[in-house]
């Protein structure tokens, strides 16, 4: 039987080194898991205090910012979804650099309430920022000069509540989830060009399935087993796993009836935690193999009572903390999934939860962040918060600072 150190140390050699802090490439950062090696951030910050620079975006977006040196990329959508823009601010001075509008679009599909046109965040890299609305446009621009370098309008989806799935950098590929209700499949672009290096529809029968229960939200995520990288992109009513480089399945996992689900994939201690539905979460810890040259993968466990449902989860050492839509923090033992606290401080939670500096930072719709000690007792730093705002979009980390998106203005939070 493992024992609970030997589960924490395998738990660091698996999460390899901490990400570099230089950088927020990606939604959830350098790794994908809302981690960053980063010390000397604020502990409490308000409208008054340790606010660097606040600038105001306009329209509506919920697309966590992404930053590389001196620049911070986000979207954002005007007129109901009808314009859809690209605006970058200097990281320096919080000035508005570039404010570009990409697409116009005639009639725009409906959306839930909670959501936006401008929800998928953007990648980033050195000369290159990479930008999507889902079937409304995805596009790469120049940093320098916010000139397009290439755009496709043609890979399309109906998403009934409006896009949501943040694409992600996989070698040379941008891959991108368009799970609709017409359609699901995910798609990989040659990052320098725009064109389609691999298609694959998901390997699962809808024609049985309600219309709208078929979509999903899911940003994939990338990991190692046995020296083999595998794609793990959840979907309506299953977890599967692909080849990144050819598209090819691996393995699936059926997750039925679940669909719409919208939190990131964390893959710590040797599990793949996933929530599985968005009206009624469940988080499960999936164990992929490798037998032979064969990957596989089964259920570790399932937890059906206080899985997050927007916000995606956070590991740290032995626990998993997940937010959930009814304002409580809850902690769970990540070997079993047996809860360990649960604590209510807020409202609902849509942003995921940053660990930096020995600290979790967790942020709730209503403004307030939340400033917590890990470890299997509650134990609150700080609470803060900011004007009338609200926290939709996921924080980046750079420098020392924390860049947190409100619904109205960008604010770098700083010493």
């Keep these: 039987m493992i024992t609970n150190a030997a589960f924490i140390a395998l738990l660091a050699v698996l999460a390899g080194p901490p990400p570099a802090g230089g950088n927020w490439p990606e939604f959830r950062g350098p790794s994908g898991n809302g981690h960053s090696n980063i010390t000397g951030l604020p502990l409490k910050w308000s409208e008054t205090e340790n606010i660097t620079w606040k600038t105001a975006v306009h329209g509506e977006g919920w697309s966590s910012p992404v930053i590389w040196d001196d620049q911070i990329w986000m979207t954002t959508a005007e007129n ?62 120049d940093t320098k000069t916010g000139k397009t370098i290439w755009s496709r309008r043609d890979i399309n989806c109906d998403h009934d509540m409006g896009p949501g799935a943040s694409p992600i950098a996989y070698g040379s590929m941008l891959i991108m989830p368009m799970d609709g209700c017409d359609v699901q499949f ?36 990338v990991i190692e087993v046995s020296g083999q990288k595998q794609l793990i992109a959840p979907c309506a009513h299953a977890i599967i796993a692909y080849n990144g480089d050819t598209g090819k399945e691996l393995w ?53 009572k206080n899985a997050p449902q927007r916000s995606s989860l956070l590991s740290v050492d032995d626990l998993i903390y997940g937010m959930t839509h009814r304002g409580y923090i809850v902690c769970f033992e990540a070997k079993t999934g047996k809860t360990v606290w649960t604590e209510r401080i807020g409202s ?41 705002s609200r926290i939709m979009a996921s924080p980046a980390i750079a420098g020392k600072a924390i860049f947190l998106r409100t ?6 939070i700083e010493k």
């Design 80 to 141: 109901k979804g009808k314009e859809l823009y690209a605006v970058c601010v200097d990281r320096k001075s919080g000035k508005i650099v570039h404010d570009i509008k990409l697409f116009d679009v005639e009639k725009p599909g409906r959306k839930n309430p909670l959501n936006s046109y401008a929800s998928p965040t953007p990648v980033i890299e050195a000369g290159r920022v990479y930008v999507t609305f889902g079937t409304y446009g995805t596009a790469c621009l």
């Design 186 to 221: 995910i798609i990989a672009l040659d990052r320098k060009t725009g064109k389609t290096v691999w298609k694959t529809n998901r390997g699962i029968d809808y024609s049985k399935v309600q219309y709208d229960t078929r979509k999903g939200f899911c940003t994939p995520t």
């Design 252 to 304: 699936k996992i059926s997750t039925a009836p679940g669909f719409s689900l919208i939190p990131r994939p964390v893959f710590a201690g040797g599990l793949i935690f996933v929530v599985t539905d968005c009206s009624r979460p469940q988080l499960w810890a999936v164990k992929p193999t490798v037998k032979g040259d064969k990957p596989a993968a089964t259920i570790a466990w399932k937890v059906k």
């Design 348 to 388: 609902a939670f849509s942003a995921s939860p940053l660990y930096a500096d020995g600290r979790i930072y967790i942020f709730n719709e209503r403004q307030g962040a939340t400033v917590i000690q890990p470890g299997r007792t509650y134990k609150e730093l700080a609470a803060n918060k900011l004007g009338k």
């Design 407 to 412: 619904d109205t203005h960008l604010y770098r």
